[in-house]
């Protein structure tokens, strides 16, 4: 790769950044601060004010408080078993209905939000994937409320317990499928050079010290990358700035002249590792194994190869 390629290629995340500061009402996919997010739920013209989407499996905790204008769109709703494998991406079909009972529209802003500031809970995952979806279908106006509803009551802003639903959605009329890798995909190309292969979940999974999976350990060449290192440790519904976490990457060997390939154990972790490297620090080429850990293990008769080893990037 030329220099000059290379150099603009390593400088996209602090762009990308530059341009995320500049303006929160850029049509893009991206985080928002609470307090321009409360701006744009507050527009006195109904037309001009985004769809709210509460992507909490928790529905009492819809009931107990959420933001305002808020649709309740609980993540799981979006998945089911398949082929016997749980959590699989429901048939376009069905999500596009979904989608379009949520009031998602393509001429839209959407924030995107969940809660719980601590691990071990996990709820901004069920934002990373909802917006990932939304992101499949088409939309392209995304915007993930950056600390979540945690965040939005530290900055003194109150929630509200009054349903909201939202009327039927427009959705784009074509989609965005290449964000999503199968299995052939990742093992065709995860050893190929100016690939790199990353697992999102904790490191005890990765290394297969775990009760969880049906077996044990992680696909092999893929280097450890744990989604909660992106994230604010006391909310962890806050993304870091990428200026905090660019050495982070650089060492692990995820940068942005490589094309990406995030996974995970259900693709929740994995949605949020490239919810951050393609939309936090503008690396051009992530792309998410939908089937993930789950999947993988059980096809072509659980004969697929695991490792238990750390491997690090070539």
């Known amino acids: 790769m030329p220099t000059n390629a290379y150099m603009l290629l390593k400088n996209l995340p602090l762009l990308a950044l530059s341009i995320l500061g500049a303006t929160a009402s ?11 997010a409360k701006k744009l739920i507050d527009d006195s013209n109904p037309e001009k004010r985004p769809i709210v989407l509460d992507t ?10 959420h933001l305002p204008t808020a649709h309740h769109l609980e993540f799981d709703t979006l998945r089911g078993t398949d082929n016997a494998v749980p959590v699989q991406y429901l048939p376009e079909d069905i999500t596009k209905q979904l989608l379009v009972r949520a009031g998602v529209d393509k001429d839209r802003l ?65 989609g965005n499928p290449k964000v999503a890798l199968t299995v052939d995909d990742v093992l065709s190309l995860k050893d190929k050079p100016g690939h790199i292969l990353v697992d999102a979940r904790p490191k005890n999974e990765y290394l297969g010290e775990d009760e969880v999976w049906l077996r044990k350990g992680h696909i092999p060449g893929a280097i450890s990358f744990h989604w909660a290192r992106l994230m604010e440790k006391d909310n962890t519904h806050k993304f870091k700035p990428f200026t905090e976490v ?64 750390e491997s690090k990037a070539k």
């Open 56 to 65: 909490r499996g928790g529905y009492k905790d819809y009931f107990r408080g």
């Open 110 to 174: 959407h924030l995107v939000y969940a809660t719980g500031a601590e691990l071990p809970n996990d709820e901004i995952l069920s934002a990373t994937m909802v917006a990932y979806v939304l992101e499949k279908v088409g939309v392209k106006d995304v915007k993930i409320v950056d600390g979540g509803l945690a965040g939005w009551k530290a900055a003194g802003f109150a929630a509200t317990q009054e349903y909201f639903g939202n009327p039927s959605g427009n959705l784009p009329e074509s």
């Open 246 to 309: 660019k050495a982070d990457l650089e060492a692990a060997g995820i940068t942005p002249d490589k094309e990406v390939l995030c996974y995970c154990g259900t693709s929740r972790e994995g949605s949020l590792l490239r919810f951050y490297l393609k939309h936090v620090a503008g690396y051009p080429n992530v792309r998410l194994y939908e089937g993930a850990w789950k999947e993988y293990v059980w096809l072509k008769g659980k004969s697929l190869p695991a490792e238990t080893t």
């Open 26 to 36: 850029f049509a893009d996919i991206g985080i928002i601060s609470p307090g321009d």
